[in-house]
């Protein structure tokens, strides 16, 4: 009985991810993109006879709408254009918030592939079926993101492992996915930035993307990951098993540990260990970023686990932003001129990173200042309680309060939108952690150096 109903999910499953070939992925991103425009215009005509409060109230109720059917057709299709909306919800200062929030949804698990697709990806990149090249395999998955899943698997000398398959097509099909989530984009009036702009954050992306589709290289970042932190007793990151290795499938050992929301929840984790945890997270990444220019930037809560000896395990090293020694000097001096409170150097850091237009007027003092005050509490000497940090409720207060002339100043980064990704997506994690601590000793460390 069981297996029947794995066989129904099975072609459930294959029915709704069947866009795999760039000819099918075309044909729906195409539809998408004529229903937007459809929806948009309907908007137009419509809000040529409203007040200037209901234009408004219908588009945001037009973004809510479009975000969601984006959100579901991304979430059905797997591949390049998923993980760019993954992405895109997690940068704010991209889109506008109402769409920005359907896209949210995409953060979630989505439903796996059916085992025959991964079977054969194994047999296509390793050469034979899985039941010669392991005792045994988990069919069902214990993890299916946007472009893999990943499954539970022994070697034949006993050891566990786990191998992550990739989704068939997704690599094919990375320039016509984005070009069409661009036109999407465009279409419905969301990006507001300039076009230069909006090609270097598409740049971005579609550089990582290329690394995080080639197993191979991600093979290689985690043996240079394992090699930078050997002598960090507290994290533990996956060893490569190589001869189960290819540009498709890669395999590591298992690294068990607590999910997030466990440590969170279970009463297991004292706050002793759930402040030291954080504090670990807040070391980990900033050595990253200030000695290794290197960081881990897909914060994501699955790809962390924690044990109760205050270990952290990361998991999923494809997303890998490069930094260079250049970039890395103007964080340290952004953040030591924040802490001096020099806004005019903060302001300069804040041109040569590509955040403030260098040709916007220039910022007050004091509009630098209400900033400074919403985010150096959670990096001082005083103990900060993430757990009740309303912070990301100051940020939206503040930029609703922002004069229009500053607003303009500002644009998306592509140098930055990574690392901010990784900042604000472990801000959510010490919150759900409810750490509480000082940081600045740490960040001092590496500022400072």
């Not at 109230?57 to 299709?77: F, P």
């Not at 097509?169 to 661009?182: A, F, N, T, W």
């Not at 250049?326 to 001129?337: F, K, Q, V, W």
């Amino acid at each position: 009985m069981a297996r029947d109903d794995n066989k129904n999910n099975d072609r459930k499953n294959e029915k709704r991810f069947s866009a795999t070939t760039p000819a099918r992925r075309f044909m729906k991103l195409a539809g998408m993109s004529t229903s937007i425009a459809t929806r948009v215009a309907t908007n137009s005509a419509k809000s040529l006879f409203l007040s200037e409060e209901q234009k408004e109230k219908e588009r945001q109720k037009m973004l809510a709408k479009i975000g969601s059917e984006v959100a579901e057709t991304l979430g059905e299709m797997k591949g390049a254009v998923m993980k760019v909306g993954q992405i895109a919800s997690q940068v704010k200062d991209l889109l506008p918030e109402e769409f920005a929030k359907a896209l949210e949804k995409l953060q979630k698990e989505s439903p796996p592939m059916p085992f025959r697709v991964i079977r054969k990806q194994i047999i296509d990149e390793l050469g034979a079926p899985p039941y010669e090249l392991f005792r045994e395999m988990d069919e069902e998955p214990f993890a299916a993101a946007s472009i893999g899943q990943v499954h539970r698997a022994v070697l034949l000398d006993g050891r566990e492992v786990v191998v992550k398959v990739q989704y068939p097509g997704v690599e094919e099909s990375i320039e016509s996915d984005l070009k069409h989530l661009r036109r999407i984009l465009k279409l419905a009036g969301l990006l507001k930035v300039e076009e230069h702009v909006i090609d270097e954050v598409f740049n971005e992306i579609r550089n990582r993307l290329r690394d995080e589709l080639n197993y191979q290289q991600e093979a290689e970042n985690l043996r240079a990951f394992r090699a930078f932190h050997a002598n960090d007793g507290h994290i533990v990151i996956p060893d490569v098993v190589d001869e189960f290795t290819r540009r498709r499938v890669l395999t590591l050992t298992r690294e068990s540990g607590d999910s997030l929301e466990t440590v969170a929840t279970s009463g297991n984790y004292s706050q002793e260990l759930r402040n030291e945890i954080g504090r670990r997270i807040f070391d980990t990444f900033g050595k990253q970023i200030f000695v290794h220019h290197a960081v881990h930037c897909d914060p994501h809560p699955g790809n962390f686990a924690f044990r109760p000896d205050g270990s952290i395990v990361i998991y999923d090293f494809g997303a890998v932003k490069r930094l260079t020694p250049e970039d890395t000097a103007i964080y340290r001096g952004l953040m030591s001129a924040a802490y001096d409170r020099d806004f005019a150097t903060l302001d300069r850091k804040l041109i040569e990173l590509g955040v403030r237009k260098a040709d916007g007027p220039r910022p007050e003092d004091s509009f630098y200042n209400r900033w400074l005050e919403i985010f150096l509490p959670a990096f001082s000497h005083e103990p900060f309680d993430f757990g009740k940090s309303r912070m990301h409720f100051d940020v939206v207060k503040q930029a609703r309060a922002t004069p229009l002339s500053y607003l303009e100043s500002f644009q998306p980064s592509a140098r930055t939108m990574l690392v901010d990704r990784v900042i604000s997506g472990h801000y959510w994690t010490l919150m759900k952690l409810g750490t509480v601590s000082p940081m600045r000793d740490l960040t001092e460390k590496y500022v400072r150096a």
